[in-house]
């Protein structure tokens, strides 16, 4: 089963709507954290997204230290071994500042255009542009810029409305303005005049509702999820956004359920992931033999064998996510 095609990516987006659940979107740096994704998803018999922030594809890019270039990259494999996953799988490249337009979402834009001129589907199924931190005009005015370049493509954006709090791969919102963290219902307004509503292709919208990156206790953050449904009310005559929930690390499974059951189609989940997969490799090696790393046996110290751990802990952790998400046992793959 290839990637998720436009059509089919559509189509989950539509279905999850439709049957009120979400999709984890997984974040992953690597080859091996791919593979967890790819695993989880496939263990969970769901349909699911794997993403890579603009942090993960400067890693992804080694040495040549370009974040287009790793992101192509991961692209690039993903595509390869996704081809044998028996779920849907669809590819997203996440927070990419105004800053990051012109050296990572639209280089990757012109690749697509060439692979999709030879025949090939486009790297990513969707982008997400974060022009959190500028007014919302300028903000709004950029994601309809690239709104228009990727629905040419058959590409969908993501963007986002407010600032979701806390820090998150390089990019730091520990300090702002708590009012900032709740979008508006006149945003909402603001983003469908300047968006449309799917008319002019489809997006995605991350709309804040006291979301914090990172790792937080239930109870610490204080979600409105219903606020997602104040949004909707604004929009009425339309058929409604589809909401991406950022910062869900650590929030209660309740206000989960309720941004899921006020359009919330797309989770994004990394902490949690990341914490997965570290965890694992502590666990291998056992105290002895971190003191005395030349006493152990050398398949201790091989990569796989931390990394199989590793990989299989943070699958776990998505076939979980995926239970929480609701999107547990649902697939639009054909076998
Ligand atoms: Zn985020």
Redesign the pocket.
């Known amino acids: 089963m290839p990637l998720a095609t436009p059509e089919q990516f559509r189509a989950m987006v539509d279905a999850a709507r439709a049957d009120g659940y979400a999709y984890p979107a997984v974040n992953v740096t690597s080859s091996q954290t791919l593979n967890a994704a790819l695993r989880g998803f496939a263990d969970a018999r769901s349909d699911g997204i794997a993403q890579i922030t603009t942090g993960a594809a400067q890693y992804l890019s080694g040495p040549a230290d370009d974040i287009a270039v790793g992101a192509r990259a991961f692209a690039e494999l993903a595509h390869v071994l996704a081809a044998r996953s028996p779920v849907l799988i669809a590819l997203h490249t ?2 990419a500042t105004a800053e990051h337009v012109d050296d990572f979402i639209r280089p990757l834009l012109r690749e697509s255009r060439r692979r999709r001129e030879r025949g090939q589907p486009a790297l990513f199924n969707s982008h997400m542009f ?1 022009g959190s931190e500028l007014p919302l005009t300028e903000n709004l005015r950029i994601a309809a810029e690239l709104l228009q370049e990727a629905n040419e493509l058959d590409v969908m954006l993501e963007l ?1 409305i407010g600032t ?1 709090g806390g820090e ?1 791969d390089g990019i730091d919102n520990a300090d702002v303005a708590s009012e900032r963290l709740y979008s508006t219902p006149q945003d909402a307004l603001a983003v469908v005049r300047a968006l449309g509503m799917g008319e002019r292709g489809r997006y995605l919208l ?1 709309a804040t509702f006291g ?1 914090v ?1 990172g790792h937080y206790a239930p109870g610490n953050v204080h979600l409105r999820p219903e606020l997602l449904a104040e949004l909707q009310a604004a929009v009425a005559d339309t058929r409604g956004f589809d909401f991406v929930f ?2 869900g690390s650590g929030s209660a499974v309740e206000e989960i359920r309720a941004a899921v059951a006020n359009g919330v189609v797309k989770m ?1 989940v ?1 902490t949690d992931m990341q914490y997965a997969f570290t965890h694992a490799i502590e666990d291998h090696f056992d105290s002895r033999q971190r003191r005395d790393p030349l006493g152990v046996e050398k398949v201790v110290f091989d990569p796989r064998s931390w990394g199989r751990k590793s990989e299989q802990a943070m699958a776990a952790r998505v076939v979980e996510a995926s239970e929480m998400l609701g999107s547990f046992g649902r697939t639009l793959a054909i076998d």
Request: charged share 40%.
């Open positions: 996440d927070h974060d986002e979701v998150e991350a979301n990156h950022h910062g994004n990394d």
